[in-house]
Nanobody
Framework: VQLAESGGGLVQPGGSLRLSCAAS????????MRWDRQAPGKGREFVAA????????NYADSVKGRFTISRDNANNTVYLQMNSLKPEDTAVYYC???????WGQGTQVTVSS
């Protein structure tokens, strides 16, 4: 199982970023996928999840209405579109396959002026 995140970076408050997670080594289209994050000095927290067929999504209250999770099963990729970013969104963002207990290496998102 391999999960490789990309797309992080430095962005100003109010800006947008799109994270990608390329998956390999398992049947991607059959598992739930999730994004979690870990801010400096804090524990890892849930951000968003999407069912295997992409029809159902779930979000943490802190990102609802600003973030959108999606997936492309043909290309084994899950995305996180992040809009209206706030400084409190600064964290390392991880792609997670909960049914396989597998995490990616993370990608840093920094929101600062």
């Amino acid at each position: 199982v391999q999960l490789a995140e990309s797309g992080g970076g430095l962005v100003q408050p109010g800006g947008s970023l799109r994270l990608s997670c390329a998956a390999s080594g398992f049947n991607f289209g059959s598992v739930v996928m999730r994004w979690d994050r870990q801010a400096p000095g804090k524990g890892r927290e849930f951000v968003a999840a999407i069912t295997s067929n992409g029809r159902t999504t779930n979000y943490a209250d802190s990102v609802k209405g600003r973030f959108t999770i999606s997936r492309d099963n043909a290309n084994n990729t899950v995305y996180l579109q992040m809009n209206s970013l706030k400084p409190e969104d600064t964290a390392v963002y991880y792609c997670y396959a909960p049914q396989l207990y597998s995490w990616g290496q993370g990608t840093q998102v920094t929101v600062s002026s």
